[in-house]
DNA sequence: TCTATTTCACCGACATAGTCGGAGAAATGG
DNA sequence: CCATTTCTCCGACTATGTCGGTGAAATAGA
């Protein structure tokens, strides 16, 4: 029986939720970078982002060709109903541990 | 290179701080079941723990048998600084992800 | 005392998640 | 076309998560 998602599969989840439609590998791993502050490869992100597909957390389309140089297709992710849930429940579990702790620990 | 906690880590790193001088591995196990909802073994327990003081960010003290059927020795677990800090650190990570987000997702 | 029973700590083994470097597919500009 | 850019994904390895089970203390009661 499988439990909750690690550290860094919940942070690509909500990163795919906070860039909505904009949502792909390399954007990915901007907004994480950019929110944390703590650096991450791309291919960490493919690779999380491969198994929460393989546990249908979540789903893919393809993007047309940008006319920029380089300007590849890019395949965009979003979360699944699953995918939500699961991500809710670890934040859930999360802020009953962290539930009247000190400020700074506390999760709001 | 490593970076930041386990989910699990976490778990048991806030459970040693909402027990304080109560946590050793049973009442560990017993403080996540309770406030997360989530079955853990003690076994997953202790080896998180081991792992954690390896990595010096937990230290033990060795408690008196207690006058009860069964009463061994138990042994301590309290959170070093360094503890403490990867665990505001990860803490903060999810909270800047979660920053703005609609409620019941947002760690607030 | 000695044995059954309870409470704990920890080991061994395997499954899942995290990380990185680099290969290679498509797209465009010259 | 060929160099260059943007992006996806593979292979290999490390770190975490999980569990079953072993066995060390400790006491209650025969």
Redesign the interface.
């Known amino acids: 029986m499988n ?6 599969e ?2 690509v989840l ?2 795919l ?2 860039l909505g439609t904009e949502a792909y590998g390399v954007a990915i791993r901007d907004e ?1 970078e950019q ?4 650096s991450v490869t791309v291919g960490a992100v493919y690779t999380t982002l491969l198994r929460l597909e393989d546990k249908r957390l979540v789903a893919t389309r393809l993007g047309d060709p940008t006319p920029q140089r380089g300007g590849r297709r890019k395949k965009y992710y979003r979360p699944l109903a699953a995918g939500r849930r699961e ?2 429940a ?9 539930r ?2 000190t400020p ?2 506390e ?2």
């Open positions: 439990h909750g998602l690690g550290e860094f919940q942070l909500l990163a939720i906070r994480i929110q944390t502050g703590r991500l809710t670890s934040l859930n579990a999360l802020r009953s541990m962290t009247g702790l700074g620990l999760l709001p």
